[in-house]
Each structure stands twice: as C-alpha cells, then as structure tokens.
C-alpha cells in the first residue's frame, strides 16, 4: 500500500469536524465545552497557509505532520494535550449496513501526550514537524483506511476531523504559446489524454442527427470547411463528443453514438490528405434531457430513476409528448484542432531539404518558413524523425531572424531542447533582430515557464518590464495579460515560500483581477481553479466554473473538480443545483464518479463522505454493483 500526507487546510476542516463522533472510551468529548474553547479559538486563528495532517505510510507507521512548528506548540501546551489517530476502514459503508452515530468509526490509537510528542519530534525544516502516533493494527493492514485527526486539550477531545483530497496546482500555468509563423498552443486531444498535441486555431461546432441515424447534412459541415479553405487551415487532431437521446437501450444507443462520430470522422477526412488524430466519447443526453423537463409536466421524472425514465419512454404516448425535447439532443459536438497549411503537403521527403536550402540561398523567407512548418508537422505525425529538423542549416543573420524563431519554437515542441537552451536561443535571436516581436513574446513566454520549476533568481519588476514593452511590439492585449497572470501565480508560491504572506495574498488577488479579462476555455478554467484551491479560495474557484458545469460541452475533468468543489459543502448536498452536477457527473462518466468514494491512496476524494445519507444513497445505487468498486472484497473482509 502507498500512503500519502493528508495535508489539511483549516478552511475545509472546520466543515466536517462537527460531523466526527470519534471519541475514545477513555476520554470524554469536550468540543462543545468551554473547556475546548482555546482550541477551537486557535484553529479559527491560524493563517490558512500552516496545515497540517496525518501521514500512514507503507508499513503501517502513522505519523502527525505540520508545516509550522510555532503553531503547534500553540496547540500543546500541557502535559494532557495530546494527538490521536481514528484508524477507519471502507468496511465500515457496506450499502446494508446501518451506521452507528454514538460510537467511534474505527479504531483508535492510543493517544499521545506533550512529553512523548516532543520526544518523538523530527524537524522537517522548511516542510515542518512529523511526529510518530503509533501503528496501524494488523486486523486493518490490508483494507482501505483513512487516519482521522484527534486533538486533546486537557484530557478533553477538542477537535477531530477527516480529511478530503482535492487536487491543487502551484506551478501549472495559462498556456501561452510560442510564435512560430502563428502562435502555437499545446491541448490534450481529449478528457484525460496525455497525449499533447500543438495547434494554432480551434472550431468547436454542433451537428445534429434524426432519430435513429447515423446520418447528418453535408450543410451543417459546409461552414467549417469552407473557412479551413479560405484561412489555409488543416485539422491536426479533433475530439467528438457524440450524443443519442435517453430513450431506448443503452447498448443500441451506444452503438448508434459510435455511428455518429465514425461518420463525421469520415466526412472530415476525406477532404484531408493527412491523418487527422482523433478521439470520440459517447455519451446519452441526460444533461440536457434533466434541464429541458425543468418547468415541465414532465419534471417529476428527476425524481425516479434513469431505468424508471426508460421505462416510461416506452409508452407511445409518453414518447411522442417528449419528442420535441428529444430531437434536439441527437448531435455531435465536434471539437477541431488547425493549423496553417505549408503549401508544401504533396512535396517529397527527399526533396524537401533540398528546396530548403535553395529558398534560403535565394533569401525566399516566405517559401522557406513553409518547408519549415510541414516539415514540423510530418514530425508531429511520425512521419519524419525528430532530428530532420536539425538538419535545417540557417544563417545568423537579422534577415533571417524569423526563421531562426520559427526553428527554435518547433525545437521546444518537439522536445529538443531544454527550456534554458530555448531561452539563450531567443535571447541570440532578439540581440540579432531587436525589431523581431515574435522572438522578444517567446522570450518572454519562456522565462516564465522557466521560472516556473525553479524560481532561483527571479527578480519579480524585472519580468514585469520584460511583460509591459511588448506593449510596444503590437503583442496582443489578451497575450500579455495571460503573461501577467502567470507572472502572479509563480509569484504566490515566491513569496509563500519566503513567509511573506500579504504579498503572496496580493499576488493571488491580482491574479484573480487578470483572469476577469480574459476568455478562458475549459482547461485554463480548471487551471485557475486549482490555483485558487491551492491557496483555500474556494468560493471563487466555485465561482469561475459555476458559468460552465451545466453546457453539453463542458469538459469533463471540468465538472469533476466543480462536484468535487461542492462535496466541501454538506449543507448543500440536498439543494436542486447539487443534485443536477452529481447527475452531470454520472452522465460524464458513471466510473469515474463512483471512484471519487475511495481513498486518497485510490485516487479518491475520500470514502468517509459516505456518512451522509444522501451521498450514500446515490453511491449505493449508482455504484455497489459496479466493477471494481470490491464491494464484495469488503464484505469478505469484514467477516
């Protein structure tokens, strides 16, 4: 088993430490005595950036961490303070069993006192203190298990909580691109793919489908390819997100789904000579079928199950009042990854070096650029080596400039240098062609992405002059604005790391003043939202991707973290609006929700949010029979 630190942020503890009825047969509950006050007083006090949380590591060692030593000799101050540990199992949420209310949830640790906690002591320097609590006992070594945390104050528990895992993101920045001829961006092709493929324009465009057919009309295509064929753009990867209606088997419409995206596929590519990378998810609408009987006789059907919803879709009568809200979710939201064309695509490989050289010695910069471009687009696809590129000889010199930016930008794509090579490479260029606007925007772009893994020498004003005289170079507004947000998020962590908090809190702030300007897609929303979770901003996290959660076309990985931004707030677990992303969630990817109920070690948020009735009900029927969820192996371990 691999165990990790659960770090705890005060702002997400204090929600669930009510709900723990963890208390040791020996020592009384005293978190609503006055006798407790000072510590809730000092949790309600310490800054949000000290954490703290429990670490069980891989043979059953269980470990108190906290990143600042100051704060907890704060909380132990006495030689009946203490720490303890709730050791709980999966076991304990079988779908048919009751949970007990007045009793502890595991198994818990001895508790251990000022004297022994001192004595166990290791400095961690920057990272803080790790005291040993105890040891996981045998009859739980080999089930899930989560720690909770109990802190004792005067021979009283004072405090316990559980701890949930929400992903956060220090140093993921805004994409900004590079100049090559156009700006080059970077995507995954599709929800959770690894895979990164560049592009320089992106279509997103819906085509709609009747009833049973796979079939569409050519019309609905015709504007995507007329604009390819008057911008000279190619598709370089594409992601089809293919819709049935709910009524009908699932397995017949997952089949039909499938005959929708394998036809605009094939559309698509017919009228491209290259290969176009593709990925398809399908999907049946409940996400707008759930949104479009709102406010409608229909509306009771959110409260019965999707199989009873089927049902009463095989009614005639039933079926043919719904069809005008069921004809409008058989479609497929296409989403197009382009590049410019080179020109150049028939041109053979052997004869492609060749032409290069020519159009340099006969200084057609134009025609060389575009031999450039398609010979990085055959590397792309694998069908050049990705030393072909190093075989481009250019001259140092000014008339050249744009070619050697072009080189060095497909060089970092490709992977072919290191971030600092890039950045002397730019830092030639802009001595040998001040005026080169391009180069000076891709120096700048890679200084922060530099900075962004190490931020040994940074100087904060100078960057943001470097940011501010591309004003001067005609760089788009949007493009230095994303620069300066990036520049603030580097900036939080700088300062967060030297202690100096009110500038890390100013940094963040103007961060969040930055993104206000600028229209982000799915992936660069979830990039701030990490960003803010990082820093305990929750609600604003909620807030920027509260606009996307309920459009077909939101990204998955987009919803996830929203519900998973939503399970921090028990209160709202019964409201309309939680009901509807959790059956966002399910549609999206009925798996990948159930998983979110494990452990962190499995890639959950946390199973003992299970405690709750309603997310228990809804994990019961969505999930207990799914594979994978070792419902079963819980069983067996249990006796």
């Given at each position: 088993?691999?165990?990790?630190?659960?770090?705890?942020?005060?702002?997400?503890?204090?929600?669930?430490?009510?709900?723990?009825?963890?208390?040791?047969?020996?020592?009384?509950?005293?978190?609503?005595?006055?006798?407790?006050?000072?510590?809730?007083?000092?949790?309600?006090?310490?800054?949000?950036?000290?954490?703290?949380?429990?670490?069980?590591?891989?043979?059953?060692?269980?470990?108190?961490?906290?990143?600042?030593?100051?704060?907890?000799?704060?909380?132990?101050?006495?030689?009946?303070?203490?720490?303890?540990?709730?050791?709980?199992?999966?076991?304990?949420?079988?779908?048919?069993?009751?949970?007990?209310?007045?009793?502890?949830?595991?198994?818990?640790?001895?508790?251990?006192?000022?004297?022994?906690?001192?004595?166990?002591?290791?400095?961690?320097?920057?990272?803080?203190?790790?005291?040993?609590?105890?040891?996981?006992?045998?009859?739980?070594?080999?089930?899930?298990?989560?720690?909770?945390?109990?802190?004792?104050?005067?021979?009283?528990?004072?405090?316990?909580?559980?701890?949930?895992?929400?992903?956060?993101?220090?140093?993921?920045?805004?994409?900004?691109?590079?100049?090559?001829?156009?700006?080059?961006?970077?995507?995954?092709?599709?929800?959770?793919?690894?895979?990164?493929?560049?592009?320089?324009?992106?279509?997103?465009?819906?085509?709609?489908?009747?009833?049973?057919?796979?079939?569409?009309?050519?019309?609905?295509?015709?504007?995507?390819?007329?604009?390819?064929?008057?911008?000279?753009?190619?598709?370089?990867?594409?992601?089809?997100?293919?819709?049935?209606?709910?009524?009908?088997?699932?397995?017949?419409?997952?089949?039909?789904?499938?005959?929708?995206?394998?036809?605009?596929?094939?559309?698509?590519?017919?009228?491209?000579?290259?290969?176009?990378?593709?990925?398809?998810?399908?999907?049946?609408?409940?996400?707008?079928?759930?949104?479009?009987?709102?406010?409608?006789?229909?509306?009771?059907?959110?409260?019965?199950?999707?199989?009873?919803?089927?049902?009463?879709?095989?009614?005639?009568?039933?079926?043919?009042?719904?069809?005008?809200?069921?004809?409008?979710?058989?479609?497929?939201?296409?989403?197009?990854?382009?590049?410019?064309?080179?020109?150049?695509?028939?041109?053979?490989?052997?004869?492609?070096?060749?032409?290069?050289?020519?159009?340099?010695?006969?200084?057609?910069?134009?025609?060389?650029?575009?031999?450039?471009?398609?010979?990085?687009?055959?590397?792309?696809?694998?069908?050049?080596?990705?030393?072909?590129?190093?075989?481009?000889?250019?001259?140092?010199?000014?008339?050249?400039?744009?070619?050697?930016?072009?080189?060095?930008?497909?060089?970092?794509?490709?992977?072919?240098?290191?971030?600092?090579?890039?950045?002397?490479?730019?830092?030639?260029?802009?001595?040998?062609?001040?005026?080169?606007?391009?180069?000076?925007?891709?120096?700048?772009?890679?200084?922060?992405?530099?900075?962004?893994?190490?931020?040994?020498?940074?100087?904060?004003?100078?960057?943001?002059?470097?940011?501010?005289?591309?004003?001067?170079?005609?760089?788009?507004?949007?493009?230095?604005?994303?620069?300066?947000?990036?520049?603030n998020i580097i900036l939080s962590e700088y300062y967060m790391s030297r202690y100096e908090y009110d500038k890390k809190d100013k940094a963040a702030?103007?961060?969040?003043?930055?993104?206000?300007?600028?229209?982000?897609?799915?992936?660069?929303?979830?990039?701030?939202?990490?960003?803010?979770?990082?820093?305990?901003?929750?609600?604003?996290?909620?807030?920027?991707?509260?606009?996307?959660?309920?459009?077909?076309?939101?990204?998955?990985?987009?919803?996830?973290?929203?519900?998973?931004?939503?399970?921090?707030?028990?209160?709202?677990y019964q409201t309309e609006e939680f009901k509807t992303i959790l059956n966002n969630a399910l549609t999206l990817n009925n798996a990948r929700f159930?998983?979110?109920?494990?452990?962190?070690?499995?890639?959950?948020?946390?199973?003992?949010?299970?405690?709750?009735?309603?997310?228990?009900?809804?994990?019961?029927?969505?999930?207990?029979?799914?594979?994978?969820?070792?419902?079963?192996?819980?069983?067996?371990?249990?006796?």
């Amino acid at each position: 088993m691999t165990r990790k630190i659960y770090w705890c942020f005060l702002t997400i503890s204090f929600l669930y430490s009510n709900f723990l009825l963890a208390q040791s047969p020996a020592l009384p509950d005293g978190r609503s005595s006055e006798q407790c006050r000072r510590c809730q007083l000092l949790l309600e006090q310490m800054p949000k950036e000290v954490l703290f949380g429990i670490q069980i590591k891989d043979n059953g060692e269980v470990f108190f961490t906290m990143s600042n030593l100051d704060w907890f000799n704060k909380f132990i101050t006495g030689p009946q303070d203490g720490i303890s540990v709730d050791i709980v199992p999966r076991t304990r949420y079988q779908c048919n069993k009751n949970l007990a209310e007045d009793a502890i949830r595991g198994t818990m640790l001895k508790p251990v006192y000022q004297a022994e906690l001192k004595r166990n002591m290791r400095n961690l320097g920057a990272d803080g203190i790790e005291i040993k609590l105890g040891t996981v006992p045998l009859q739980l070594r080999e089930q899930e298990i989560e720690g909770n945390l109990v802190i004792i104050n005067k021979g009283l528990i004072c405090y316990n909580t559980f701890f949930l895992d929400i992903p956060r993101s220090l140093w993921e920045l805004l994409p900004m691109g590079l100049y090559a001829d156009t700006l080059i961006y970077e995507t995954a092709s599709s929800d959770n793919e690894q895979s990164r493929v560049p592009y320089a324009k992106q279509l997103d465009f819906t085509i709609r489908f009747s009833k049973n057919s796979a079939s569409y009309n050519v019309e609905d295509l015709k504007p995507i390819l007329d604009s390819m064929k008057k911008f000279g753009l190619h598709i370089t990867s594409m992601h089809i997100r293919a819709y049935s209606s709910v009524e009908g088997s699932t397995n017949a419409n997952a089949n039909l789904q499938n005959l929708r995206a394998a036809s605009v596929i094939k559309a698509l590519q017919q009228k491209q000579a290259g290969p176009i990378n593709s990925s398809v998810t399908t999907l049946e609408n409940w996400m707008e079928f759930y949104r479009d009987i709102s406010g409608t006789s229909f509306a009771k059907m959110k409260q019965i199950s999707r199989q009873e919803i089927k049902q009463q879709l095989t009614e005639p009568g039933t079926l043919s009042q719904l069809e005008p809200i069921l004809q409008k979710h058989r479609k497929a939201v296409v989403t197009l990854y382009l590049d410019k064309n080179s020109g150049e695509e028939s041109t053979e490989e052997k004869v492609l070096e060749n032409k290069f050289k020519k159009a340099i010695a006969d200084k057609k910069i134009n025609e060389a650029a575009a031999i450039q471009r398609e010979i990085f687009s055959r590397i792309i696809d694998s069908r050049l080596p990705s030393t072909y590129l190093g075989r481009l000889e250019i001259p140092q010199e000014k008339l050249y400039s744009g070619l050697l930016t072009n080189q060095a930008t497909y060089k970092f794509y490709l992977q072919d240098q290191p971030i600092d090579e890039t950045i002397e490479a730019f830092k030639s260029i802009v001595s040998l062609d001040p005026s080169n606007a391009k180069a000076r925007y891709n120096l700048c772009a890679s200084t922060i992405n530099r900075y962004a893994k190490d931020t040994t020498g940074l100087q904060p004003d100078s960057i943001r002059e470097q940011i501010q005289s591309l004003q001067k170079y005609k760089i788009a507004t949007s493009l230095i604005t994303r620069m300066k947000l990036n520049l603030n998020i580097i900036l939080s962590e700088y300062y967060m790391s030297r202690y100096e908090y009110d500038k890390k809190d100013k940094a963040a702030r103007e961060a969040v003043q930055y993104y206000s300007d600028l229209d982000l897609n799915d992936g660069e929303l979830l990039t701030m939202a990490k960003y803010l979770s990082y820093y305990s901003l929750l609600e604003m996290a909620e807030k920027i991707l509260s606009p996307r959660v309920g459009r077909i076309d939101v990204s998955e990985d987009l919803v996830f973290y929203y519900l998973n931004l939503k399970l921090f707030r028990p209160a709202e677990y019964q409201t309309e609006e939680f009901k509807t992303i959790l059956n966002n969630a399910l549609t999206l990817n009925n798996a990948r929700f159930c998983r979110l109920f494990r452990s962190q070690e499995h890639k959950g948020i946390g199973f003992q949010l299970l405690e709750d009735p309603f997310l228990r009900s809804a994990w019961c029927e969505q999930c207990s029979k799914l594979p994978g969820m070792e419902v079963e192996d819980m069983k067996r371990n249990m006796n």
